[in-house]
């Protein structure tokens, strides 16, 4: 807090201010340390994790965990599968819910609310897991890559929040305008809507990319192949199961104890999980914020 703000506070402003950066602090040292913890012990000797040595900073630094990682070829494929559904899923996710939530942001489509009601119902009634099961089979997409893209190709509670984006940020004058100009309505979408509407895919991006990545139980429903695993399915391998294919990391194994060597893993594992999630933040920061608080004035 600025000093001299401070300083011309009421003194029940400044036993809030204070109370107030205090809970904040102690918020962040709660959800900080095992951020820390964990990077930390993936940098530690494997023999100092196993002892509990660690609590703030490394011990012993090395890179024995991530050489293991990047060594283990299980490790790598599900790392690559899960590049692959994040990149090819998200912007399926995106494309779908634009061309959906423009049309049904149109006041001349007479047939708006009723269309949006069959979108409204699946968000409270579905068909199930094993509904869903057999129509991936019955469809030919078990044990295939799109079984991971095409049942979640669009979330109707990201669908409104886009429309609703469109529809309070947008002035119909500019479509009016792009009609006397003799512009197609696709055109339109293209060339106008999808342009302003930027800091709403900047956080539809991180609602979906987030999802992608952490997607796991449709995995375990649809994918037997290993070559197909995305890293959730391997990381519940590793730090539930236990399982952990030593004999693909030689040199790690040579210098440390199994045990030692798969509490490191673990840790490596997670860093290089949360890699790529933590890498949308600042991509989408300037948008993020105006994203997020789409409704919250009225105008």
């Given amino acids: 807090m600025k000093t001299a703000k401070f300083r011309y506070m009421s ?17 962040l040292i709660v959800i900080a340390y095992p951020l820390i913890f964990v990077v930390s012990a993936s940098f530690s000797d494997p023999q100092a994790v196993v002892r509990g040595d660690v609590l703030l900073l490394p011990v012993n630094p090395t890179l024995r965990g991530y050489q293991a990682v990047f060594k283990n070829g299980k490790i ?55 509904p869903t099961y057999i129509l991936v089979n019955k469809l030919g997409l078990l044990n295939t890559r799109l079984a991971m893209i095409i049942p979640t ?18 002035p119909d004058e500019l479509y009016e305008a792009s009609q006397m100009d003799g512009c197609t309505p696709f055109k339109y979408m293209m060339k106008v809507i999808v342009p302003l509407s930027k800091p709403i895919l900047a956080v539809l991006t991180l609602y979906y990319g987030v999802a992608k990545w952490n997607d796991y139980f449709n995995a375990m429903l649809f994918l037997y192949k290993d070559e197909l695993q995305p890293l959730t399915i391997v990381m519940k391998e590793i730090l539930i199961m236990g399982k952990v294919d030593m004999t693909q ?21 997670m860093v290089v999980a949360t890699l790529p999630v933590l890498m949308l933040y600042p991509l989408i920061q300037k948008h993020l914020v105006k994203g997020v608080m789409i409704g919250a004035v009225k105008g």
Avoid: H, W
């Fill in 153 to 170: 190709a669009m979330s109707t509670y990201n669908m409104i929040i886009c429309r609703t984006y469109i529809v309070n940020s947008i």
């Fill in 76 to 130: 790598l494929t599900g790392f690559m599968n899960s590049v692959f559904y994040l990149v090819a899923g998200t912007c399926l996710n995106l494309v779908m819910t634009m061309l959906c939530a423009y049309p049904l942001s149109r006041k001349e489509f007479k047939a708006r609310g009723f269309i949006s009601l069959f979108f409204v119902f699946t968000m409270y009634f579905s068909g199930g897991m094993v």
């Fill in 249 to 269: 990391v030689t040199d790690a194994s040579a210098v440390a104890k199994l045990q030692g060597m798969s509490e490191l893993l673990k840790y490596s594992t």
């Fill in 11 to 27: 003194m029940p402003d400044k036993i809030f201010t204070i109370f107030n950066y205090t809970i904040l602090t102690l918020v």
